[in-house]
């Protein structure tokens, strides 16, 4: 049976494959992937990803309703300056990029007949490609939108009805740059400390030793070189203020340590221990930006 309204997927890799299997069946859409290699196509088709999967952005970019842009950052920005004439009048375009105020000042070159919602869905593994995505990725996740100031009310419920339906624990509605200090600290310092601790000399001693707590801390470790790089250095300002409260923090630790001071010590591990605590208090809205 033919849908009456089309979602375009740019890019099924990881995200942009998971999110294209989690959407199928929405409301009356027709799921379409568009992607630049026909071994994603084979697999995105023989995998069930999608509806219809096409190389051809033209072939479907002028019909789209919704498009999604699931590339690295940069790549998001570039695809919505270089189609900026091809998306349909009344489209909305979204992304799943890690950050927003440059994938939103990008958005600027869209033509006022073409609506933008930032997107963020909390989620995610250390691994990348179409063969690691998965449609369940997205339950229980959070689903972080920066609306423009003149995107419109049916759009924002759009992306509500799509949180609902994927899975999505809750919706969260922030600027892009409140989302893009607070990712700084909730994501991507914590692939900092996962990857400065792969960097220690001792990494391959430690073989047989190994326990929840090194395999939980270094576990994003092996990511994405690229996208990383892009995500560190699109955000730096934000990213290396959260790096100096951290470098202060752990100074403090090694201070006390060091001079032997149990009772600081213990004070600052009281202190810690308990501030987690209250992080983890049943109740809703206990994470919002």
């Given at each position: ?197 792969c ?13 929840g707590?090194?395999r ?7 990511l ?6 892009q ?29 032997g ?29």
């Amino acid at each position: 049976m033919s849908k009456d309204k089309i979602i375009a997927v740019v890019g099924l890799g990881l995200i942009g494959g998971s999110m294209a299997a989690a959407l199928r069946g929405f409301e009356d859409y027709e799921v379409v992937g568009v992607v630049r290699r026909q071994e994603t196509a084979d697999y995105a088709m023989s995998h069930g990803v999608c509806d219809r999967v096409t190389l051809d952005p033209m072939e479907v970019l002028p019909q789209a309703d919704v498009v999604w842009l699931c590339m690295n950052p940069q790549g998001i920005v570039d695809y919505m300056a270089r189609y900026k004439d091809v998306f349909k009048a009344g489209a909305l375009v979204t992304d799943v990029g890690g950050i927003k105020t440059a994938i939103m000042e990008g958005a600027k070159v869209l033509p006022p007949a073409v609506d933008f919602i930032g997107c963020h869905p909390m989620a995610g593994t250390e691994f990348s490609g179409i063969e690691h995505s998965f449609p369940t990725m997205f339950q229980r996740a959070h689903f972080i939108l920066t609306p423009r100031a003149e995107s419109t009310r049916e759009h924002i419920e759009l992306m509500r009805r799509v949180s609902a339906y994927i899975g999505c624990s809750d919706v969260v509605t922030t600027t892009p740059e409140r989302h893009d200090a607070i990712i700084a600290y909730t994501s991507q310092v914590m692939h900092i400390i996962a990857v400065s601790v792969c960097d220690d000399e001792d990494l391959f001693q430690c073989r047989g030793f190994e326990g929840g707590s090194f395999r939980d801390c270094t576990r994003v470790a092996a990511l994405d070189v690229e996208l990383w790089t892009q995500l560190f250095s699109m955000n730096a300002p934000a990213l290396t203020k959260v790096i100096d409260r951290l470098e202060k923090n752990l100074h403090a630790y090694r201070t006390a340590i060091e001079t032997g001071d149990t009772q600081a010590l213990a004070d600052k591990l009281t202190w810690s221990a308990n501030r987690k605590r209250q992080m983890n208090l049943p109740g809703p809205g206990q994470v919002m930006l």
